[in-house]
């Protein structure tokens, strides 16, 4: 019993298997009979499911330091590049969605470590954990997308009301927004409100869109005018004060485009990094809600270390992603 | 180091062929039988695999992701030098990524196949990073005219800013 034992160690287990006869070929005098094992030879040290896992990883390793690397290099080639706050990025949020994976990944860890240990309902129960974990991470993302959603903030051009500068382009765009029926229906309704039925915030934002429509109606506009426009709009937010409101923020429904230097650019980059790595928070929920079908016994070790080390790559890229998104 | 590891987990692996998963109870008298083959195997596996050891590394992870929190505090006293914030961050996501990689893939314990499969990735990731320069990186050291027309530029971010300061300084200019 000892000796099948230490044989087949070298080889993973699958060695217990008929199909290693054909897998290294020597030896096929069929010796087994005669109550020896057959020695198989792996390539690498380590066994099927953690070589391909980790190949792959090797290929995600490439993948995402493409996305990163070009990341970097338009970030810092660039002649401008919007602070976080410009474009309304919360730093403890992001720091919270890092302590989130963290834990998930020493939940992960954990039910490796209780499924090795033959305990396979407390395996079931750290899986679970993570698989909550990995949502709530998911859902702290989505609440931050729909909050760059609400500031015109959008990867695409069509939707996106985001204007690099507060050029003529810039003017003919809120002009036409300002022109649309729909609005022109709500802009006379607001002049008709008396004053005594607005809030002094609404009062004053009254007052700043006239502004703005006077502006934007001018023939002759000077960019400075148009920068005017542009803050009264959406000012850039500045470090201490995020609360700052402009025109789009006291009337939602004006939806009104907004300047931020570089930040269609940052846009781009920010959904494309930030999407592909939820998608891999995806498809490492559904690995969990997979093996949570299952019993979560050794014999399952081999495939939750597998996920395992999926889920802490995921949570490598986000390492790296929270500090260059959030802080940089 | 490697062939004791190998063999404690082939032993686990087998156990649970040769009971099914209905040894939950039972599972650790197996464990004694091949006591004699793989007991200093099995005590490695507890040492690498011990539960203190993934909590302590946890707690290192949060107090380094407080660390690179703390460059946005205002108590970050390089707040003017942008750079040194970043090199300290990307120093502290190297330690949190050589944590992660060394004790939660467990690649602190495994064979030289590591390097087979990590060097190399880590390698054409930077060389991917470094070609991407010439022609994104330094795009807007050669760029035409009118492109220049249309990008923002650090102007446009100095006219924006002048014009938040005066609405500031005169909040009435709107009547």
Redesign the interface.
């Known amino acids: 019993m000892?000796a099948s034992?230490?044989l087949?160690?070298?080889?993973?287990?699958i060695s217990?298997h008929d199909d290693s006869h054909g897998d290294n070929g020597n030896d096929p005098s069929g010796h087994s009979s005669h109550g020896l094992v057959l020695q198989y030879q792996p390539g690498?040290?380590?066994s099927r499911g953690k070589l391909i896992i980790?190949?792959f990883?090797?290929?995600e390793?490439?993948f995402f330091?493409?996305l990163?690397?070009?990341y970097?290099?338009?970030r810092?080639?660039?002649?401008?590049w919007p602070k976080p706050h410009h474009v309304h990025l919360s730093?403890?949020i992001g720091?919270f969605n890092?302590?989130v994976l963290?834990?998930s990944?020493?939940t992960i860890?954990?039910s490796l470590?209780a499924a090795?240990g033959?305990?396979?309902s407390r395996a079931k129960l750290w899986m679970l954990a993570t698989l909550l974990l990995g949502s709530l991470f998911l859902g702290v993302k989505g609440y931050e997308y729909s909050a760059k959603f609400s500031h015109g903030i959008y990867p695409w051009s069509p939707r996106s009301r985001v204007f690099?500068?507060?050029?003529l382009y810039y003017g003919s765009a809120v002009r036409a927004r300002l022109g649309e029926p729909e609005i022109i229906e709500r802009l006379k309704k607001l002049d008709e409100t008396p004053e005594n039925q607005l809030t002094t915030e609404q009062l004053?934002a009254r007052?700043?869109l006239?502004?703005v429509r006077k502006i934007v109606l001018n023939t002759d506009q000077q960019?400075?005018d148009l920068?005017?426009v542009?803050?009264?709009i959406m000012?850039?937010a500045t470090e201490t004060g995020h609360g700052e409101s402009g025109l789009n923020d006291t009337f939602t429904w004006l939806q009104l485009p907004a300047?931020i230097?570089?930040?269609t650019m940052w846009a781009s980059t920010y959904f494309l990094l930030t999407g592909f790595h939820a998608v891999h928070v995806v498809v490492g929920l559904i690995v969990f809600v997979i093996l949570l079908t299952m019993?979560l016994?050794?014999?399952r070790?081999?495939t939750i270390?597998a996920a395992?080390?999926y889920w802490?790559?995921v949570?490598?890229v986000w390492?790296?992603l929270?500090?260059l998104l959030?802080?940089? | 180091m490697q062939t004791h590891d190998e063999t404690s987990r082939a032993s686990t692996s087998e156990d649970s062929q040769g009971h099914g998963p209905f040894t939950s109870s039972s599972g650790q008298p197996v464990h004694a039988k091949h006591s004699e083959d793989n007991s200093p195997a099995h005590s490695e596996e507890h040492q690498h695999g011990g539960i203190a050891k993934y909590m302590l590394v946890f707690f290192a992870l949060c107090i380094l992701t407080t660390m690179s929190f703390f460059t946005y505090s205002p108590y970050w006293p390089w707040r003017d030098q942008p750079h040194v914030g970043w090199i300290f961050m990307m120093a502290v996501s190297c330690t949190k990524a050589l944590l992660v990689v060394l004790f939660f893939m467990h690649v602190l314990w495994e064979a030289n196949w590591k390097y087979v499969l990590t060097i190399p990735a880590a390698m054409m990731a930077v060389f991917l990073a470094i070609m991407l320069i010439p022609d994104i990186g330094l795009r807007s050291r050669m760029v035409s005219q009118e492109r220049l027309l249309h990008m923002a530029r650090p102007s446009d971010e100095r006219l924006l800013e002048k014009a938040h300061a005066q609405r500031e300084e005169h909040p009435t200019t709107a009547h």
């Open positions: 000892n034992t230490t087949t160690g070298s080889g993973h287990g217990s690498l040290p380590l980790w190949l990883l090797s290929t390793i490439m330091a493409a990163l690397g070009s970097v290099v338009l810092f080639g660039a002649l401008v730093e403890p720091a890092t302590f963290i834990c990944s020493v860890v954990l470590e090795k033959n305990r396979a690099e500068k507060p050029d004053r007052t700043s006239s502004q960019p400075f920068a005017v542009a803050d009264q000012p850039l300047v230097p570089g930040g019993t016994g050794p014999k070790a081999g270390e395992g080390l802490h790559f949570d490598l390492i790296f929270f500090p959030y802080l940089f």
